[in-house]
């Protein structure tokens, strides 16, 4: 009577079986797609909370605004944009005054080689046996200097300034000359500035002893070019001046050269 149960149950667990193990795997299949309807369920609900939120936290969305330009709306027309955003850089560079420095031609000057030669040649005497500290660059330098001091005294009427630039006889042989050629318009154009004067030429180098004095002279030449406005209009001006350097050697002498002849040889406009 026993024996019979006990083979009904086995057959009864035997079908069981494969059913609980598929009735298994679809439990877990059904918990994954609760699972994933619960979070939408989740995202769903905050994402209503956030359209309904009211004024107390509102929200904002960066990314979804449009660019602006100094606080104005690109989208707007063009018509009802500020001035300040018409103004752009390519307007302000045609407000800009064009004010370009007019070029000089730069002046070449073509010297007797022979006359070259003879000034280097004296150039070294006077270094090796009357002056070792003499140097030619250094001169020159000084000697323009000195030319353009002299045109912006003239340039402003202060004659009275080339007592210690010019010896006597050349500051009265200079004025004489301003006073009877030179007005006071062809006086105000005469300024050179130290580079408007492009040549410094030495021409001769004059070795004088008297007793037991020894003088040296310089003979030079200047020639610059400038722009400079007459009546409103800028012109070219050419100027060429000869001046002789003079400077005594007898010991005990102060060293410094003075300007023993200035003169003025050409002035003239070559274009407007």
């Keep these: 009577m026993i024996a019979p149960k006990l083979s009904f149950i086995k057959q009864c667990l035997s079908l069981a079986t494969p059913f609980a193990a598929s009735n298994s795997k679809l439990i877990k299949l059904c918990t994954k797609e609760a699972q994933s309807l619960r979070s939408y369920h989740n995202i769903n609900s905050s994402f209503n909370r956030c359209l309904s939120s009211g ?5 904002k969305y960066k990314q979804l605004e449009p660019k602006r330009y100094n606080n104005v709306a690109k989208q707007l027309p063009l018509s009802k944009l500020p001035l300040d955003v018409l103004n752009l850089s390519m307007f302000r560079r045609k407000n800009k005054p064009n004010k370009k420095k007019k070029r000089i031609p730069r002046l070449i000057l073509l010297q007797n080689p022979f006359t070259w030669l003879m000034t280097k040649i004296d150039f070294i005497v006077l270094r090796r046996v009357w002056d070792s500290s003499f140097r030619e660059r ?3 330098f000084g000697t ?4 353009s001091r002299v045109t ?4 402003e009427g202060q004659l ?3 007592n210690g630039l010019l010896t006597k006889p050349a500051r009265l042989s200079l004025v004489r000359e301003l006073d009877r050629n030179w007005g006071e318009r062809q006086r105000s154009l ?3 500035n130290h580079g408007d004067i492009q040549i410094s030429s030495p021409r001769k180098v004059y070795f004088i002893r008297i007793a037991d004095k ?10 610059a070019l400038k722009w400079a406005p007459i009546n409103n209009i800028d012109a070219l001006i050419f100027t060429e001046i000869f001046a002789r350097f003079h400077r005594e050697y007898t010991p005990n002498c102060i060293p410094e050269w003075t300007i023993a002849y200035f003169k003025v040889t050409r002035f003239e406009v070559l274009r407007r």
Excluded: N, R, W, Y
């Design 190 to 192: 005469l300024a050179l």
């Design 214 to 223: 020894k003088f040296c002279d310089v003979d030079m030449a200047f020639l």
């Design 144 to 147: 323009t200097q000195a030319i």
């Design 152 to 155: 912006h005294i003239i340039s």
């Design 55 to 59: 004024p107390q936290d509102p929200i």
């Design 160 to 162: 009275g300034e080339l």
């Design 138 to 140: 250094d001169f020159k």
